[in-house]
């Protein structure tokens, strides 16, 4: 079976600063990997994924990611936040063409003007 | 123009009462999914339709019992709640089966048991 751990349940940070969410996942077989957004009171929406081939992906709002096979890690980078990336972001994986996603416990981003 | 739209958005009821969520999506999408969203933000699949068949049904109580009439719909209904039925329940949609096109969600719907 395949988890998600985010290692930061809160990541405060100044506007313009860069961030980094990080997220570690655990699977014995081929995975893909997501990150979601969800803003308050809205569902989640799909900011990148990683199926195959290059390894940084870019995704919507200037996110980018890495996927990192030997460290597990797929991590959400952006390097200048705005007050509007305040959000909750998610962390998900399934397995290489599998049916289910499943979902790490959140990183909520504060950016501070 | 709502991709995929739940309702209500909010559900305050007693416990040992049943309610239903409606979920409908205009998107064509073939899959539909249940995920609950407990008060530790935990994301958690509990049942997935495609085309109107049961493919996923985590372990749920079977109070939970979701209903597809078609694949544009996937309705969740709870019988008997309790306490720890308190959650956000999101519902979800994708082209097909395969996790690679990425899940629609709706904007939730916030259960509150009394």
């Known amino acids: 079976a395949q988890s998600v751990t985010q290692l930061d349940s809160q990541v405060p940070v100044f506007e ?15 995975v893909y990997l997501f990150w979601y957004v969800q803003y308050p009171n809205q569902g989640l929406q799909l900011l ?31 390097p200048s936040v705005h007050i509007s990336d305040t959000a909750e972001y998610f962390c998900a994986v399934s397995k290489e063409y ?16 | 123009d709502t991709a995929v739209s739940q309702t209500p958005k909010y559900l305050v009821t007693q416990m ?18 249940w995920y609950k969203q407990d008060s530790k933000k935990f ?12 493919i996923i049904n985590e372990t749920v109580p079977n109070r939970f019992s979701p209903k597809s009439p078609d694949k544009a719909h996937l309705n969740l209904h709870i019988n008997s709640l309790e306490l720890g039925d308190s959650a956000v329940y999101f ?13 629609t969600f709706g904007s939730g719907t916030r259960l509150t048991v009394v």
Do not use: W
């Open chain 1, 16 to 30: 313009e600063a860069p961030v980094e969410l990080r997220c570690n996942y655990s699977s014995s077989v081929s």
């Open chain 2, 16 to 33: 040992g009462n049943d309610k239903s969520i409606k979920c409908e999506q205009n998107l064509g999408h073939d899959t539909m999914y």
């Open chain 1, 48 to 78: 990148l994924k990683y199926l195959s081939g290059s390894t940084l992906v870019k995704g919507i709002n200037g996110f980018e990611a890495e996927f990192n096979k030997s460290q597990t890690s797929f991590h959400l980078r952006k």
């Open chain 2, 43 to 54: 994301l958690k699949i509990m049942f997935s339709y495609n085309n109107k068949e049961l």
């Open chain 1, 98 to 113: 599998g049916n289910k996603l499943v979902f790490g416990a959140g990183t909520i981003l504060r950016v501070k003007s």
């Open chain 2, 91 to 103: 519902c979800a949609s994708s082209q097909d089966e395969a996790t690679s096109r990425g899940y």
